[in-house]
C-alpha cells in the first residue's frame, strides 16, 4: 500500500525508505498472523465477489490498478463508458500504431478473475485490446464491438481470439457480425483451447 501511494502521488521513494517500509509491513503482517494462529484475534470477514455489484467493482478495481501500473503504456475507452460496463484496455499509441497505419487489430478477452489476462497481453507484438467482462462473467457484444470500433481501420480489419466458451463465443460472435454489417470492418475470428482448466480425459 505504501508503494502504491507513492507511484499515485507521482513521488519517487529512496530505496532505503522504500525497504524500511516493507520491512514493517512485513513485521504487521507475521505479527497479524501469528495471532490469528493462536486465536488471538478474530478472522478477517470474507469478502463477497460473487454477487453482480460487487462483482463489477471488483472487476473495475483489477482493471484501474493495471492500468495504473503501467500508465505508459496502456489506457481504457472513456470513463462514460467505462462506468456502463465498457471495460476496454488498449494500447496506449492503438490510435497511431494500429489504427492510423492500416494495421490489423487483435483483439481479445473474457471473464475477468483470471488475472493477468486478459489486460496482462496487452501491448506491443501482442494484442491491441482486451476486453474485460464481470468475474467469470463473459463481456457483453456491446463492449466487444466497441472495442473493433475503437481500434480497427475498415481497410485492415480485425482478428477476434476467442476462448471456446459459450459465452465468450455467442458475444464475440454477435459483434463480429455488427462490425462488418454497420461499420464495414472486416472481422476474423479464431477460436483457441477452453478457458476453463480440466484434467485429462481416462483412458478407457
Known amino acids: 500500500l505504501p508503494r502504491v501511494q507513492r507511484v499515485a502521488s507521482g513521488t519517487s521513494p529512496s530505496s532505503t525508505t522504500w525497504d524500511r ?3 514493517l509491513v512485513n513485521l504487521r503482517r ?20 460473487l454477487d453482480a455489484t460487487t462483482g463489477s467493482k471488483l472487476t473495475e478495481e483489477l482493471i484501474d ?7 505508459d503504456a496502456l489506457t481504457r475507452l472513456d470513463d462514460t463508458a467505462f462506468e456502463k460496463g465498457v471495460r476496454v484496455v488498449l494500447r496506449r499509441d492503438y490510435a497511431k500504431a494500429v489504427k492510423a497505419a ?11 478473475g483470471h488475472e493477468p489476462a486478459h489486460a496482462g497481453f496487452v501491448g506491443e507484438g501482442l494484442l491491441t485490446g482486451a476486453v474485460c467482462g464481470d468475474v467469470f462473467a463473459s463481456p457483453s457484444a456491446k463492449a ?4 473493433i470500433v475503437a481500434c480497427s481501420s475498415p481497410k485492415a480489419g480485425c482478428l477476434l481470439v476467442v476462448k471456446n466458451y459459450t459465452g465468450d ?29 480440466l484434467p485429462p480425459r481416462r483412458q478407457e
Open 169 to 197: 463465443r455467442l458475444n464475440f460472435g454477435i459483434a463480429a457480425e455488427l462490425a462488418a454489417s454497420r461499420h464495414g470492418i472486416p472481422v476474423e475470428t479464431v477460436y483457441v483451447a477452453d478457458d476453463v482448466a
Open 102 to 112: 492500416n494495421k490489423v487489430a487483435v483483439i481479445s478477452g473474457g471473464g475477468s
Open 144 to 147: 466487444v464491438l466497441a472495442a
Open 65 to 71: 490498478a493495471t492500468l495504473l501500473l503501467n500508465r
Open 21 to 23: 517500509d516493507a520491512s
Open 30 to 49: 507475521m505479527a497479524s498472523i501469528s495471532d490469528l494462529l493462536c486465536g488471538n484475534a478474530d478472522p478477517p470477514p470474507v469478502k463477497r465477489i
